[in-house]
């Protein structure tokens, strides 16, 4: 069955750090960019970052753009979201999704994990 | 940066059509992909590369690109189809979401 998990939401102060994972089961992980996508509660679903198959080109968010860095391992079939300097406004349930291309330019997200919740909180 | 506009909310009677629009400067130049997010769960991909539906979508969901505006229909409108609806393209090097639609099947 093809999968996408997703851990290591909490809550954090403003100004803290977080680390999200997302584990990925049922097909060739390196063969697919991958994506975070969040959605605060209530509202819409915002694009994160986007990371190719080899980890070699990574793009971002104007609102997370030096702050946020997205990593993967392929011997681990694993995708990363470092969060730095948090703010209120990071506060979302965060989704990994699976690219249908392997790179750049972006195509549709085929697969979708169940979200991890992030709540920026003091 | 690009801007993807929906309707807020869109109603169609059960059996009937629905159509949602995702409006963005010159968007038929793009590849446009649909999702739809019932509530507590994570959205699906219905639509992608304007008009292509995914394995298990039904035939009932169909889409189409054209200058300023993006549709995806929904005919013959069931219970089940109520949901959010979010067209998303890239550009510039970032991945953009629509506002949302929220469907209502009456």
């Known amino acids: 069955e093809v999968q996408l998990v997703e851990s290591g939401g909490v809550v954090v102060q403003p100004g803290g750090s977080l680390r999200l994972s997302c584990a990925a089961s049922g097909f060739t992980f390196d063969d697919y960019a991958m994506h975070w996508v969040r959605q605060a509660p209530g509202k819409g679903l915002e694009w994160v970052s986007l990371?190719?198959?080899?980890?070699?080109?990574?793009y971002y968010a104007d609102s997370v753009k030096g702050r946020f860095t997205i990593s993967r391992d392929n011997s681990k079939n694993s995708l990363y979201l470092q969060m730095n300097s948090l703010r209120a406004e990071d506060t979302a349930l965060y989704y990994c999704?699976?690219?249908?291309?392997?790179?750049?330019?972006?195509?549709?997200?085929?697969?979708w994990g169940q979200g991890t919740m992030v709540t920026v909180s003091s | 940066s690009y801007e993807l506009t929906q309707p807020l909310s869109v109603s169609v009677a059960l059996g009937q059509t629905a159509r949602i629009t995702c409006g963005g400067n010159?968007?038929?130049?793009?590849?446009v992909h649909w999702y739809q997010q019932k509530p507590g769960q994570a959205p699906v991909l219905v639509i992608y590369?304007?008009?292509n539906r995914p394995s298990g979508i039904p035939e009932r969901f169909s889409g189409s690109n054209s200058g300023n505006t993006a549709t995806l229909t929904i005919s013959r409108a069931q219970a089940g189809d109520e949901a959010d609806y979010y067209c998303q393209v890239w550009d510039s090097s970032t991945d953009v979401f629509g506002t949302g639609t929220k469907v209502t099947v009456l």
């Open positions: 990371i190719s198959w080899d980890g070699g080109s990574t």
């Open positions: 590369r304007d008009s």
């Open positions: 999704a699976k690219d249908q291309q392997l790179a750049p330019p972006s195509d549709a997200f085929d697969i």
């Open positions: 010159n968007i038929g130049s793009k590849n």
